[in-house]
């Protein structure tokens, strides 16, 4: 049934084939004649009461829903069709003229009713008020006019409209004439109205009023009721009332409601389609016989026209390549012939001005204005075009880079699965693109990294954390190579990983070289270290000499000099000592090397330290080399200093010795107390001769630091020496 509405090649044949039969009748003037009431009831109502029944509710429905005063002024007009035929029954026993009468009455009527409401949808009206009580009312009146027109002519008080054997009075054939051409100009403005592309609803409608008013001209020139050519005219008017139920089932399948939409198949429909032609951002065209006859908007724009015209009228073999058109021709005439949508194309057009623009076509046969036509739909995408040859370009370029990179790039998905590793890392571990992403890159893996590796990846897939990660491959050279992987997850808007990303470093060479240098420098600490022991024994055999010349010397006060030799002999020796015995060859810890270098202080003086106390309190600290070794030829001065002159004649006391240490701000102070006698009132010791305090004076200065005195703050008047420096800056 959808097929045969939609089937609307063959509407028209009925029409030139009636208007033939009725001609040859005419001109034959037939006066036999054949009247079966029964035959005339019978049809009259399957094929004119029935039929507009049908089309009179669904007319109804539409504008109960609407309240188009279009569709109101269309029911009346079917309504009064279908009632010239039922009415007739009623007078058929008062002879001809006044069957004629009531019949061509209610057709003039149904033709005016068409006309006005055809007019009517043409234009937007206000919708009428209280839709069901104004369609009671249009088709109460409607019923009360064919009634009204029974009985008048019933009774006699109506003009004669038909004489048998002479046809029809002027009044009469006035009356016919009007219809016919009112049915004809309601079939042309319809058709008008909605000719691109005409509805199946358009169609069948404008057939129906068509056959009808044909229908009417076979019974206006009729001279003899119920001879050929009157029935003739019958069968027209018969088979318009068919056409216009196949209109009205059409219009329901194109509006999906159980009504006669009218508007939407004079308007909507044409109005919607134009709407979507127009916005669409595709360009549409339509060519017929070769030639452009409509251009949207878009295709306006895709061809730089300026306006429609510019393009309607032009061959569309004139804006195709000349190198494109052969291929471009054969396929119109492709798409002429079999009517099938043409599937969809890449080729180029010109603009106006000679510009070729890629385009993506599509095509398929249509009826435009009545004649068969091709609707093209194209669709711009040199934009496309650039970005995919950006996009070649720029996977090329990358490709080059990762390709130039020692193993390359790889890109695996969200799942951890490899989809992309550079060639160059393929030929290195010898497995194809295939192997590696079904995980055979884990087959390849050092077996002592294996494991690690492959639960790393897995937790970074589960975590979707950076990949960073040292490991081993078995090379197709036979060889393991030191591979650095890195990679990040690639997300979306939404966060979600959508791959990951990354590249294999060779550091086979940066191994190699690792392991050089360590190995050099395990020699060179070995050999530092040899060199050290060698110092501190060297200036400990010295310490020794010194110890010796001065035990066989008889003057006391040499003695006390060599003995302040030996003590910085062993200060330095001791710093050697102490680098021996550590790993790191440039840093001291300060607070071990100054515990051990008093220790050695207070036993090496013997009985003169016996009452004296010895307190230590250091802050952690690590000295470079030459620092440590200017403190302690400083600690070495001013200790010894307090042992032999804070107390004298063997009185006992205390030294302390501390170090505080400000790690925000480097600062460093390092003091020297007692609580001996102090020093003489009278003494200078900035400008001392004493080669100690000069010694702890120019070792400050070296260490860019400050030498004060002060009062000991314990019982007594006491010494108390500050050496202040700052290391914040210098490397440790």
Same mark, same amino acid.
């Given at each position: 049934?959808?097929?045969?509405?939609?089937?609307?090649?063959?509407?028209?044949?009925?029409?030139?084939?009636?208007?033939?039969?009725?001609?040859?009748?005419?001109?034959?003037?037939?006066?036999?004649?054949?009247?079966?009431?029964?035959?005339?009831?019978?049809?009259?109502?399957?094929?004119?009461?029935?039929?507009?029944?049908?089309?009179?509710?669904?007319?109804?429905?539409?504008?109960?829903?609407?309240?188009?005063?279009?569709?109101?002024?269309?029911?009346?007009?079917?309504?009064?069709?279908?009632?010239?035929?039922?009415?007739?029954?009623?007078?058929?026993?008062?002879?001809?003229?006044?069957?004629?009468?009531?019949?061509?009455?209610?057709?003039?009527?149904?033709? %005016?009713?068409?006309?006005?409401?055809?007019?009517?949808?043409?234009?937007?009206?206000?919708?009428?008020?209280?839709?069901?009580?104004?369609?009671?009312?249009?088709?109460?009146?409607?019923?009360?006019?064919?009634?009204?027109?029974?009985?008048?002519?019933?009774?006699?008080?109506?003009? &004669?409209?038909?004489?048998?054997?002479?046809?029809?009075?002027?009044?009469?054939?006035?009356?016919?004439?009007?219809?016919?051409?009112?049915?004809?100009?309601?079939?042309?403005?319809?058709?008008?109205? *909605?000719?691109?592309?005409?509805?199946?609803?358009?169609?069948?409608?404008?057939?129906?009023? !068509?056959?009808?008013?044909?229908?009417?001209?076979?019974?206006?020139?009729?001279?003899?009721?119920?001879?050929?050519?009157?029935?003739?005219?019958?069968?027209?008017?018969?088979?318009?009332?068919?056409?216009?139920?196949?209109?009205?089932?059409?219009?329901?399948?194109?509006?999906?409601?159980?009504?006669?939409?009218?508007?939407?198949?004079?308007?909507?429909?044409?109005?919607?389609?134009?709407?979507?032609?127009?916005?669409?951002?595709?360009?549409?065209?339509?060519?017929?016989?070769?030639?452009?006859?409509?251009?949207?908007?878009?295709?306006?724009?895709?061809?730089?026209? *300026?306006?429609?015209?510019? !393009?309607?009228?032009?061959?569309?073999?004139?804006?195709?390549?000349?190198?494109?058109?052969?291929?471009?021709?054969?396929?119109?005439?492709?798409?002429?012939?079999?009517?099938?949508?043409?599937?969809?194309?890449?080729?180029?057009?010109?603009?106006?001005?000679?510009?070729?623009?890629?385009?993506?076509?599509?095509?398929?046969?249509?009826?435009?204005? /009545?004649?068969?036509?091709?609707?093209?739909?194209?669709?711009?995408?040199?934009?496309?075009?650039?970005?995919?040859?950006?996009?070649?370009?720029?996977?090329?370029?990358?490709?080059?880079? /990762?390709?130039?990179?020692?193993?390359?790039?790889?890109?695996?998905?969200?799942?951890?699965?490899?989809?992309?590793?550079?060639?160059?890392?393929?030929?290195?571990?010898?497995?194809?693109?295939?192997?590696?992403?079904?995980?055979?890159?884990?087959?390849?893996?050092?077996?002592?990294?294996?494991?690690?590796?492959?639960?790393?990846?897995?937790?970074?897939?589960?975590?979707?954390?950076?990949?960073?990660?040292?490991?081993?491959?078995?090379?197709?050279?036979?060889?393991?190579?030191?591979?650095?992987?890195?990679?990040?997850?690639?997300?979306?808007?939404?966060?979600?990983?959508?791959?990951?990303?990354?590249?294999?470093?060779?550091?086979?060479?940066?191994?190699?070289?690792?392991?050089?240098?360590?190995?050099?420098?395990?020699?060179?600490? &070995? !050999?530092?270290?040899?060199?050290?022991?060698?110092?501190?024994?060297? %200036?400990?055999?010295?310490?020794?000499?010194?110890?010796?010349?001065?035990?066989?010397?008889?003057?006391?006060?040499?003695?006390?000099?060599?003995?302040?030799?030996?003590?910085?002999?062993?200060?330095?020796?001791?710093?050697?000592?102490?680098?021996?015995?550590?790993?790191?060859?440039?840093?001291?810890?300060?607070?071990?090397?100054?515990?051990?270098?008093?220790?050695?202080?207070?036993?090496?003086?013997?009985?003169?330290?016996?009452?004296?106390?010895? *307190?230590?309190?250091?802050?952690?600290?690590?000295?470079?080399?030459?620092?440590?070794?200017?403190? /302690?030829?400083?600690?070495?001065?001013?200790?010894?200093?307090?042992?032999?002159?804070?107390?004298?004649?063997?009185?006992?006391?205390?030294?302390?010795?501390?170090?505080?240490?400000?790690?925000?701000?480097?600062?460093?102070?390092?003091?020297?107390?007692?609580?001996?006698?102090? !020093?003489?009132?009278?003494?200078?010791?900035?400008?001392?001769?004493?080669?100690?305090?000069?010694?702890?004076?120019?070792?400050?200065?070296?260490?860019?630091?400050?030498?004060?005195?002060?009062?000991?703050?314990?019982?007594?008047?006491?010494?108390?020496?500050?050496?202040?420096?700052?290391?914040?800056?210098?490397?440790?």
């Amino acid at each position: 049934m959808l097929r045969l509405l939609n089937n609307t090649r063959f509407i028209w044949l009925p029409i030139p084939l009636m208007l033939a039969a009725m001609a040859a009748l005419w001109a034959a003037d037939l006066h036999t004649a054949y009247e079966s009431p029964i035959l005339l009831l019978s049809l009259n109502f399957l094929c004119t009461t029935l039929t507009s029944a049908l089309v009179v509710v669904l007319v109804g429905k539409s504008f109960i829903r609407s309240g188009a005063p279009g569709l109101l002024m269309l029911g009346c007009g079917v309504l009064s069709w279908g009632l010239a035929a039922t009415f007739v029954s009623a007078v058929l026993g008062h002879g001809i003229n006044a069957t004629v009468t009531v019949h061509n009455i209610l057709v003039w009527l149904a033709a %005016l009713c068409h006309l006005s409401g055809v007019a009517l949808s043409l234009k937007r009206f206000s919708k009428l008020r209280m839709p069901p009580l104004v369609l009671a009312l249009a088709y109460t009146g409607m019923l009360g006019v064919a009634w009204l027109a029974d009985v008048l002519t019933m009774e006699g008080l109506t003009p &004669l409209f038909f004489i048998q054997g002479h046809g029809g009075t002027p009044i009469r054939q006035f009356v016919l004439g009007s219809a016919i051409v009112m049915f004809g100009i309601s079939a042309a403005m319809l058709w008008w109205t *909605n000719r691109s592309p005409p509805s199946p609803f358009v169609r069948w409608y404008t057939g129906a009023l !068509l056959l009808v008013a044909i229908g009417l001209l076979g019974v206006m020139v009729q001279t003899v009721f119920g001879g050929a050519l009157s029935w003739t005219g019958r069968t027209a008017q018969y088979l318009g009332g068919i056409y216009m139920l196949a209109a009205a089932f059409a219009s329901v399948r194109e509006s999906g409601m159980d009504g006669l939409s009218l508007s939407a198949a004079l308007r909507e429909a044409q109005q919607n389609y134009r709407t979507l032609v127009d916005m669409s951002p595709d360009a549409i065209a339509v060519y017929v016989d070769g030639k452009y006859v409509f251009v949207n908007p878009a295709a306006v724009h895709l061809f730089g026209a *300026n306006a429609p015209e510019d !393009l309607v009228g032009r061959e569309v073999l004139s804006l195709v390549p000349p190198e494109d058109r052969e291929a471009v021709a054969a396929r119109m005439r492709r798409s002429m012939e079999n009517g099938r949508t043409a599937l969809i194309r890449q080729f180029h057009v010109l603009r106006l001005d000679g510009q070729p623009v890629d385009v993506e076509t599509a095509g398929a046969r249509i009826e435009f204005q /009545g004649r068969t036509a091709v609707q093209l739909v194209l669709r711009d995408i040199s934009e496309i075009k650039r970005t995919e040859q950006a996009l070649r370009e720029s996977e090329a370029l990358y490709r080059s880079i /990762g390709e130039s990179i020692d193993y390359g790039v790889w890109v695996c998905m969200p799942d951890g699965r490899n989809v992309y590793a550079s060639e160059s890392f393929l030929k290195m571990v010898g497995i194809t693109q295939e192997q590696c992403s079904n995980f055979g890159w884990g087959n390849v893996l050092h077996p002592d990294d294996a494991e690690r590796t492959i639960a790393a990846w897995q937790e970074c897939v589960r975590t979707g954390g950076t990949w960073d990660i040292e490991h081993r491959f078995h090379g197709a050279d036979g060889q393991w190579h030191h591979v650095l992987a890195r990679g990040v997850p690639v997300k979306n808007e939404q966060d979600e990983i959508i791959n990951w990303a990354g590249i294999n470093l060779d550091i086979s060479r940066l191994k190699h070289a690792e392991e050089q240098l360590k190995a050099s420098l395990a020699e060179k600490e &070995l !050999l530092t270290k040899e060199i050290h022991h060698r110092v501190k024994n060297n %200036l400990q055999i010295i310490s020794s000499l010194i110890s010796l010349q001065a035990d066989s010397l008889a003057d006391a006060q040499l003695q006390g000099v060599l003995g302040d030799v030996r003590d910085r002999v062993k200060t330095m020796a001791l710093v050697h000592e102490k680098l021996y015995q550590t790993e790191d060859l440039a840093l001291l810890d300060f607070a071990e090397y100054a515990s051990s270098l008093l220790n050695y202080l207070w036993s090496a003086h013997g009985a003169a330290t016996g009452k004296v106390r010895l *307190n230590m309190s250091f802050a952690p600290l690590i000295l470079p080399i030459e620092m440590a070794v200017h403190c /302690g030829l400083i600690l070495n001065e001013l200790g010894s200093n307090a042992i032999k002159h804070a107390f004298p004649g063997g009185s006992g006391g205390e030294v302390a010795v501390t170090l505080e240490h400000d790690p925000a701000t480097g600062a460093v102070c390092l003091r020297v107390r007692d609580n001996g006698i102090g !020093l003489p009132e009278d003494l200078d010791w900035r400008q001392s001769s004493s080669l100690g305090l000069r010694l702890v004076q120019m070792l400050a200065r070296q260490m860019r630091g400050t030498v004060q005195t002060g009062t000991c703050p314990d019982p007594g008047p006491g010494t108390e020496f500050q050496i202040r420096f700052n290391i914040k800056g210098i490397p440790a």
